[in-house]
């Protein structure tokens, strides 16, 4: 039974990917956990991603998952990054990209999960301006969790 269950996740990985369809404001000198307000799809039908809880997707079973968000916001100063249950930052990012208008971020990584640990998107802003992360539901905000495999990450 738990072969044929692993093979099931193969052909069908549980999967998650969540957006928001309003802008994002990030105070300056401050930290937002993104929150997300629809979602694309949920291959588990089981709520990866709750309306209740709108900053986190949880992981449905033990293994490693591919993480991601990307953004498009206004401004440098910035930090993406990927926090969850039972880890700190997982991914960090910092863009530095002079204030332009339209800066793009994206980023991912392989992260381990025991079933119920869940995955946040975080925006730091270090400028002493609020920052905006524009809603797109093509693309910005958007965030994923896909799961890989069975195992563990190995660093």
Not at 83 to 100: C, E, L, M, Q, R
Not at 116 to 133: C, K, L
Request: hydrophobic content about 35%.
């Amino acid at each position: 039974r738990r072969d044929r269950d692993i093979e099931q996740r193969y052909l069908n990985p549980p999967s998650c990917r969540v957006y928001s369809t309003v802008d994002v404001t990030i105070p300056a000198s401050s930290g937002v956990v993104i929150p997300f307000n629809a979602v694309r799809w949920d291959s588990t039908g089981e709520g990866m991603w709750k309306v209740a809880e709108p900053t986190k997707i949880y992981a449905p079973f033990d293994g490693v998952y591919a993480a991601g968000i990307s953004t498009r916001h206004n401004g440098g100063g910035v930090t993406l990054s990927i926090h969850g249950t039972a880890w700190g930052v997982a991914k960090s990012y910092a863009a530095h990209d002079g204030g332009s208008p339209n800066a793009y971020l994206t980023i991912s990584t392989e992260i381990s999960m025991r079933a119920g640990d869940y995955a946040q998107f975080q925006m730091q802003n270090s400028e002493g301006v609020d920052r905006t992360i524009f809603a797109n539901a093509a693309y910005s905000p958007e965030a994923h969790l896909t799961w890989l495999r069975p195992g563990v990450v190995i660093n």
